[in-house]
């Protein structure tokens, strides 16, 4: 029987229970379309994960002297000729930027605390990290030669500070012994309270690199345009800079590393656990389907239909809803994307949020895989809820059911 | 007593309420009845509200287990239960900010039925030197005999002792590293007094432990709190007076009792639960909350579709057998109300099955715990979690699911039902004749 004529009286049957069928068709389009929107509100947290661990500080690649992970201080620091550039291509590559971050304490007039002092290029540093993000009150850092030193919000309030007051800082040198100096504060960070503000402090990299005095930075730091380019971008890096790690963001930050994965695994569960949700109500609705035409079908056996085309005509009646049911789940999923194109608003839960690596907007951000792994599913879905009934088709005898 | 005694006894029992009461029994019997006349429909029905009652068990057992595992066991690091804070700490944690008569507060606090241990505890920033090296670390001046049952930091030593004597002091794995000490070292610490003059105390390790948080193990030095309340001019003052109650959940209900515990000594101290001294753990938990019951209830409303086609279905089916009815004098509402009463039969049905598996299922778990698994690893760290989990069955979530279905199932009954109140029982009885 040719298929054209099975899709044709499959797709007659479906109209035949129009108030049934458009139940089931809701019920499935509800699902697809929570599932569409659901994978890209969890895909937007994974982006948030992968922005916050990579401009954080991080970049894609970075690379570290050995053993710089696990004491940041600056005798773990490597020589970077000033004409370097790393061996990627543009179309590769946002930016680089070199650094020197060593623990310091910092000192105001009425608090002390324990900070990472970075030694910024800030004009490197805008293309690739968040410090181009932040509000700055008062002025941020001018140039890789500017003294000043930049804090976050919430460090100035716990030091009781202000922008053009001096904070006093001291840290140990290249050659082991302590050093001290006054910073005048050029600008307060705003980095939305998160960690960052309380941990980090910027100057530029010439005078934090006399005041510890070296020529050494400790950190080359690699943003890319996609996080695909890691690979081949790792290679040239570790040819370059032999002796020395080249690590990515996964390894730099394995608890954001580890979030992202069980995102990707999450995804996949919400899916399957929402179509098997579905499949009751499918498989009894085809049941009844079935059912009601036994009489039909054994008509249909005895005037010659092979048991196969019984079998596809009813997984086609499966399919074809499921697949209408599917395309209009998608449409209201991508338009539901659309709406909350601004982000749904998390600030009640901020502390919450970033805790999770979440920021306090939860922008979704719609991938075409998984759009595409949820129809895959779907289908497979409609031709397991269609085996029983299908089944049950066949096993009808032409006889015993004309006879009815 | 036998039957007939009772009837006649009582002759004040009205003869319609006995029909009635025979009626309900009838209709539910018939109802139970009709529901297996189509044995596949109401099998795959109630295994879809099975599905969502199991789901639903499962769901709300395992968060409620791994958020109070989670919330628990952050409480167990350092902060406890609950705090008795000088008001203004929260916001500005520096040494100005202290607790007046911390003793006496402590005592006080101890007196609380339901608080089972209490702690004081003095934080300030110093200078951590050795040689020419030096680090900033958060100080704590904590009483070694009261401590332990405060905080799980000295279960987490991992070489050496916990501290004893005035001298001793425990470092966080990386800040010993970084300094390049070891236990039995000696180091200095320095720091200004309340007064801002210079603090400065010579100790020596006896202790490094590994906490788990980057953080601490990183800014972390516990000293004996008498030396540290000697040395920074602090009297009997202190940052914080820490408290463990018997049963965390209970921390709410027990705050009204410290307060008024600690009322008389006429201090303007704050009492602080956990949620208030970890709002990042608290906001999670309530993150969430509410995004699981966004899905849950997504999968209620999916199910409750497939329970409305079904009685669709089922009252389409019948309209013969409605039209029957209807002619030989049932009322339409005791149609509806049997369609109704099959509804409820299912429903039970249903929940009843999702609870057994639900309930297997976590019970099981339970006894086994789930290993978080090394990928989960890095998330426990991160939310210290323990590494294998025991979700206790939450009963809540097993006495609501059912009652959910039972009044999804209800609606969905209702809205075909109400078709019979206009079928015109000759036009019923034609149907497929």
């Known amino acids: 029987m040719p298929l054209r004529l099975l899709l044709q009286l499959s797709w007659r049957n479906l109209w035949r229970h129009r108030r049934r069928n458009l139940m089931l068709f809701t019920a499935i389009l509800v699902a697809i379309a929570a599932c569409v929107l659901l994978g890209s509100l969890i895909r937007g947290m994974q982006n948030d994960m992968m922005k916050d661990a990579v401009e954080n500080l991080s970049g894609n690649l970075k690379v570290l002297a050995p053993g710089y992970r696990e004491d940041p201080s600056i005798e773990r620091a490597f020589a970077l000729t000033e004409d370097y550039r790393p061996d990627i291509p543009d179309d590769e590559m946002i930016g680089w930027t070199r650094r020197v971050r060593v623990p310091a304490v910092v000192t105001s007039e009425r608090e002390t605390r324990g900070i990472s002092l970075v030694g910024v290029d800030p004009g490197e540093e805008r293309a690739i990290s968040f410090l181009a993000q932040v509000d700055v009150r008062g002025e941020p850092l001018a140039d890789a030669d500017d003294d000043r030193i930049l804090l976050g919000v919430e460090l100035a309030a716990r030091l009781d500070t202000a922008v053009g007051r001096r904070v006093v800082i001291m840290t140990q040198g290249a050659d082991g012994r302590n050093r001290e100096a006054g910073f005048r504060v050029a600008g307060l960070y705003d980095a939305s309270g998160t960690a960052l503000e309380k941990s980090y402090a910027f100057t530029g990299i010439h005078p934090l690199q006399k005041l510890l005095g070296t020529n050494d930075v400790t950190e080359v730091s ?138 306090s907007r939860l922008v979704p951000h719609l991938i075409a895989r998984d759009v595409m792994v949820l129809g895959a599913l779907a289908v497979a879905l409609a031709v397991f809820a269609s085996a029983y009934p299908a089944w049950r088709a066949v096993r009808i005898k032409p006889l015993d059911a004309l006879r009815r | 007593m036998p039957r007939e005694t009772l009837a006649a006894s009582d002759t004040a029992l009205p003869t319609p309420r006995l029909h009635r009461a025979g009626g309900l029994g009838l209709s539910g019997a018939l109802a139970w009845r009709n529901l297996w006349r189509n044995r596949l429909r109401t099998t795959l029905t109630a295994g879809g509200i099975a599905f969502a009652v199991t789901l639903i068990v499962a769901a709300y057992s395992l968060q409620g287990g791994a958020m109070d595992a989670m919330a628990d066991h952050a409480t167990q690091l350092l902060s406890g239960h609950l705090q008795i804070q000088n008001p203004a700490y929260a916001d500005d944690p520096s040494l100005r900010c202290l607790v007046p008569d911390a003793t006496a507060m402590a005592r006080a606090l101890k007196s609380v039925p339901g608080v089972t241990a209490v702690a004081q505890r003095a934080v300030g920033f110093a200078l951590v030197s050795v040689g020419e090296r030096s680090y900033g670390a958060q100080v704590m001046g904590v009483d070694p005999q009261q401590e332990p049952a405060v905080s799980s930091l000295a279960n987490l030593v991992v070489k050496g002792r916990y501290i004893a004597g005035p001298d001793d002091a425990l470092l966080g794995s990386v800040i010993a590293r970084n300094l390049d000490i070891d236990v039995g070292d000696e180091f200095v610490l320095l720091g200004s007094k309340l007064d801002g003059s210079v603090a400065a105390l010579s100790l020596h390790v006896s202790g490094i432990v590994e906490s788990g948080s980057a953080e601490l193990d990183r800014t972390l030095v516990q000293v004996q709190l008498a030396a540290f309340q000697d040395e920074f001019g602090l009297g009997d003052q202190a940052h914080m007076v820490v408290a463990r109650v018997s049963d965390f959940e209970h921390v709410g209900a027990t705050l009204p009792a410290v307060e008024a515990a600690i009322a008389p000594l006429g201090t303007a101290s704050v009492v602080l639960p956990w949620q208030r001294l970890m709002p990042e753990v608290a906001q999670t938990m309530q993150l969430k909350r509410a995004s699981s019951l966004v899905m849950l209830s997504l999968i209620a409303v999916l199910v409750t579709f497939s329970i409305f086609n079904s009685f669709m279905m089922t009252v389409f089916e019948r309209t013969r057998e409605f039209g029957m009815l209807l002619a030989i004098g049932m009322r339409p509402a005791g149609i509806i109300g049997v369609l109704q009463i099959e509804a409820a039969w299912l429903a039970l049905l249903g929940a009843g099955i999702g609870l057994v598996v639900g309930g297997a299922v976590m019970t099981a778990t339970q006894h086994v715990g789930i290993p978080l698994g090394q990928m989960a690893g890095e998330l426990a760290r991160r939310f210290n979690l323990p590494d294998r989990i025991y979700p206790p069955l939450n009963v809540g979530a097993m006495l609501a699911a059912p009652l959910l279905m039972l009044l999804a199932t209800q609606l969905a009954a209702l809205i075909p039902a109400l078709r019979i109140r206009t079928l015109a029982p000759v036009d019923a009885l034609r149907v497929g004749a």
């Not at chain 1, 695909?228 to 990515?248: I, T």
């Not at chain 1, 659309?338 to 979440?358: K, Q, R, T, V, W």
């Open chain 1, 222 to 359: 690699v943003r890319l345009r996609d996080d695909r380019f890691s690979a081949s971008a790792n290679r040239a890096l570790s040819k370059e800079m032999g002796g020395l790690e080249v690590l990515n963001w996964r390894q730099l930050d394995p608890q954001a590393a580890a979030f992202y994965e069980i995102a990707d695994v999450g995804i996949t569960i919400w899916y399957v656990i929402l179509l098997l949700a579905l499949a009751f109500g499918l498989i009894n609705s085809l049941i009844t389907a079935v059912l009601e035409r036994v009489r039909e079908f054994g008509m249909l056996r005895a005037l010659g239909m092979r048991p196969r085309a019984v079998v596809v005509q009813v997984v086609i009646e499966s399919v074809l809803i499921v697949a209408f049911a599917l395309a209009g789940g998608i449409v209201v999923g991508v338009g539901l994307v659309a709406f909350f194109a601004d982000g749904i608003d998390l600030s009640n839960y901020a502390a919450g949020a970033e805790l999770a690596g979440m920021r």
